[in-house]
């Protein structure tokens, strides 16, 4: 019912910034929030930042200072702007959305991802 699409990942040098990009789209009523996740080989997935309605972001430590969320919900759409990249940050680019697609039904819906490879 939700389809969710990212991109913008890229191979970039140690120091260098990337801006993902997700939309959403199918038979939504209303996003709660969308975000952002990660997973390296043999790590689990990790949350990086999310978006909510009421305007909150949250961001994980590991991120802090260097990515920025933005999102415009009723567009469907978020970014990830990720600034000074680093080898640790490559991983899968992952964002989750989380909405309700009837008066009381909510889902929680992923992307296959966008790939993100910090290599010099």
């Known amino acids: 019912q939700v389809q969710v699409v990212e991109s913008g990942g890229a191979v970039v040098q140690p120091g260098g910034s990337l801006r993902l990009s997700c939309t959403a789209t199918?038979?939504?009523?209303?996003?709660?929030?969308m975000g952002w996740y990660r997973q390296a080989p043999g790590n689990e997935r990790e949350l990086l930042a999310s978006a909510f309605n009421d305007g909150s972001t949250i961001y994980a430590d590991s991120v802090k200072g260097r990515f920025i969320i933005s999102a415009d919900l009723d567009a469907k759409t978020t970014y990830l702007q990720m600034n000074n990249l680093q080898p640790d940050d490559t991983a899968n680019y992952s964002c989750?959305?989380?909405?309700?697609?009837?008066?009381?039904?909510?889902?929680?819906?992923w992307g296959q991802g966008t790939q993100v490879t910090v290599a010099s």
């Open positions: 199918g038979s939504i009523l209303k996003i709660f929030g």
């Open positions: 989750n959305v989380v909405a309700a697609v009837a008066e009381d039904h909510t889902t929680s819906s």
